[in-house]
Structure formats: structure tokens, C-alpha cells
């Protein structure tokens, strides 16, 4: 019985020096997260969104399908925002100049 306590007091200790190891990294790592740039974050935000549509293209047709769809739409979005602003960039200049 004492053996047995031993063991668990040895593997309870272990756990929490682990435990309290992987906090602190986890806190390092936070605090370099903080540091970073909102340029710097929308790049890792870019990326792993490619990163997960490559992994997401190579796995099943329909969920490739889908994504293509979505792809579409997405530029076809991105197409028509960029000529209504510029629709509404020269419309101010006539309406000002």
C-alpha cells in the first residue's frame, strides 16, 4: 500500500511539474502573440485558411465542388465591391468637382 503511494505521489507530481511546464510555454507563446502585427496576423490568418483549403481539395469531390463554389463567389463578391467603389469614387468626384 505504501509502494502504491509512493507511485502515485511520484506520478502526481510528475503530472503537475508537466502541467506547470506547458503553462508557462503556453503563456510565452500568448505574450508573442500579442507582440505581433495586425499585418502580421492577417498573414497567418491567410495562410492557414490556404493551408486548410488545400487539405480540404484534396479530400472528397463534393467537398471539393463545394469549395469551388464558394471560390467563385467569393471573387465574383470581391469583382462587383471593387467596381461599386469605384462607381461610387468618380459619382463623388463629378457630384464635388
Not at 53 to 68: A, V
Request: proline share 0%.
Amino acid at each position: 500500500m505504501v509502494f502504491q503511494n509512493y507511485k502515485m505521489s511520484k506520478v502526481f507530481k510528475i503530472a503537475t511539474l508537466l502541467l506547470f511546464i506547458l503553462t508557462l510555454f503556453m503563456a510565452d507563446a500568448s505574450a508573442q502573440k500579442r507582440k505581433q502585427s495586425v499585418r502580421d496576423s492577417l498573414r497567418r490568418a491567410i495562410l492557414l485558411r490556404d493551408s486548410m483549403m488545400r487539405t480540404f481539395k484534396k479530400s472528397d469531390t463534393s467537398i471539393n465542388n463545394l469549395l469551388q463554389k464558394v471560390e467563385y463567389y467569393t471573387s465574383s463578391f470581391n469583382q462587383i465591391k471593387t467596381s461599386l467603389l469605384y462607381i461610387i469614387i468618380l459619382s463623388s468626384q463629378y457630384n464635388y468637382g
